[in-house]
């Protein structure tokens, strides 16, 4: 007589019985309660969802993102600036032109 072998998917389901039987899963804060997903899944385009998991695994952030981040830490620079200099003037229009390629970047990922 030879003894089955579990897998790793009856392992997790074992698991998981024995701590809903002894009452453990209960004491978690979202029992009963849907999953929270705001980590902007559902909101990417489906033939880009992979790519980004994957960069996202990796430690890298999409371009879009990363210019995004760009223009934050600007506008942050732009604000220490005195409104009335030059280097303010040219930050600014960094800014609307960085501002109008991310938008344009969202927009042909939408289409």
Known sequence: MSKKLKTFDD?????????????ELRQAPSWGKPLANDDGFDATPEDLRMGYKMLKSAGYVPPEVEMMNRLSAMRVQLSILNP????????RQEIRDLQLKVTLQLESLRA
């Open 84 to 91: 009335c200099c030059s280097e303010a003037e040219e930050l």
């Open 11 to 23: 392992e997790i389901a074992a698991y998981i019985r024995s701590n809903e039987q002894n009452g």
